[in-house]
């Protein structure tokens, strides 16, 4: 079981930026991809980004491509989702989570699981 936790929120101004980080550990920590996802008041969870264990291949949620920015360090089992040009409406309750890459449709965040406790991201206009 991988154990996740998200850090790094926050309140910015719009146009600014955030970097959030999650720590990773457990046995089987080096099996699984990470991504991010965020959940907004009233909506449901969506996919933000995800990347491989092996960092080669990265993955967007549209509206995310060209502002965020997904990246691992596997020296410190730690995935980062730098965040620019930030917008009220990215303000949301930001979650890490693992799944095998062997998921079907991993890469879209499909079977993406064992959440860390959130950050949150406020974005003021």
């Known amino acids: 079981q991988v154990q996740l936790v998200e850090s790094g929120g926050g309140l910015v101004q719009a146009g600014g930026s955030l970097r959030l980080s999650c720590a990773a550990s457990?046995?089987?920590?080096?099996?699984?991809?990470l991504g991010w996802f965020r959940q907004a008041p009233g909506k449901e969870r969506e996919f933000v980004a995800a990347?491989?264990?092996?960092?080669?291949?990265?993955f967007y949620a549209e509206s995310m491509k060209g502002r965020f920015t997904i990246s691992i360090d596997n020296a410190k089992n730690t995935v980062f989702l730098q965040m620019n040009s930030l917008k009220p409406e990215d303000t949301a309750v930001y979650y890490c989570?693992?799944?095998?890459?062997?998921?079907?449709?991993?890469?879209?965040?499909?079977?993406?699981?064992?959440w860390g406790q959130g950050t949150q991201v406020t974005v003021s206009s």
């Open positions: 989570g693992a799944t095998r890459e062997s998921v079907p449709g991993w890469y879209s965040g499909n079977g993406f699981g064992s």
């Open positions: 457990g046995p089987t920590f080096s099996n699984y991809a």
């Open positions: 990347i491989s264990r092996s960092a080669t291949a990265t």
